[in-house]
């Protein structure tokens, strides 16, 4: 059964289910840019490629099952290997955007922020995006000089519209690093590359566990990411392959929320 939305450490922390007494932690964390897992994140990625194998909660067509209803869509997953408090080992799993259409599953950490809660700005937003393209559509059918000028005021009025979502969309994104210093979207984007962040910064699996992990008091100790099913158009990508953080998107984040944080290939 999924489970509801929330933030609760214990829906989250998964313990191994193999022996790892015997292995010795990392020194550092991983660098997510140019890495190779270590073993105990090679033993979270397992855990977790094996529930998506044999899971039946979540119905999202990765295309690896012929005859699967829905467009094929190749997720990246990530883990992180943490340490609690307590001392206790164990790791947390994100996707990237969203599956099945949905930001909330069961076993995988939230996102940083939610823009499909009932009543959200972004879902009221979508929904009046709706009604101008039905009213835009309408008033197109008309080709009198008139009708051509609503049109063009209606357009000018849906790019202000979408703009105004977005803008809503990129002020609600802020990240933590290990001392808890947070930095909005906007602003990381502007020191570390000073343009605007493009589309989808900050869905990424990565920063969704960090996150997760620098909420509830969690030592990260390392970090892999797959990708899980069909290679998407125009670029190759090895299903259940190991890959590094994205660099448009993830760079400029990762190097807020890791700040303070030794990295293995130093």
């Not at 929330?6 to 015997?22: A, K, P, V």
């Not at 080992?89 to 996707?95: E, K, P, Q």
Request: proline residues 5%; glycine residues 10%.
């Amino acid at each position: 059964m999924t489970a509801l939305p929330s933030t609760s450490l214990n829906q989250y922390f998964t313990d191994f289910s193999s022996d790892i007494t015997g292995i010795e932690l990392p020194k550092k964390f991983t660098y997510p840019f140019d890495y190779k897992p270590h073993q105990l994140s090679e033993l979270a990625c397992n855990e977790v490629k094996q529930f998506l194998e044999t899971q039946t909660e979540i119905n999202h067509n990765f295309g690896l099952r012929s005859g699967q209803e829905g467009q094929i869509i190749g997720k990246m997953f990530g883990v992180l290997v943490v340490q609690k408090l307590t001392g206790e080992i164990g790791y947390l799993a994100a996707f990237s955007g969203k599956v099945a259409g949905r930001n909330h599953h069961a076993h995988f950490v939230p996102p940083v922020f939610d823009g499909l809660t009932e009543g959200s700005f972004v879902n009221v937003g979508m929904t009046e995006l709706t009604n101008i393209n039905n009213e835009l559509a309408q008033l197109q059918k008309d080709s009198s000089a008139s009708g051509k000028k609503a049109v063009s005021h209606l357009i000018a009025h849906r790019t202000q519209h979408c703009n105004d979502i977005l803008n809503g969309i990129i002020d609600s994104y802020h990240f933590l690093n290990i001392a808890k210093t947070a930095k909005g979207l906007r602003e990381i984007f502007d020191e570390k590359v000073g343009k605007n962040p493009p589309g989808g910064a900050g869905e990424c699996a990565l920063p969704k566990l960090l996150q997760f992990a620098f909420i509830h008091d969690l030592k990260p100790i390392a970090m892999a990411e797959f990708w899980w099913g069909k290679s998407p158009k125009g670029r190759y990508m090895e299903h259940g392959a190991y890959y590094p953080a994205c660099l448009d998107k993830c760079k400029p984040i990762l190097t807020h929320m890791l700040d303070g944080i030794e990295f293995d290939n130093v």
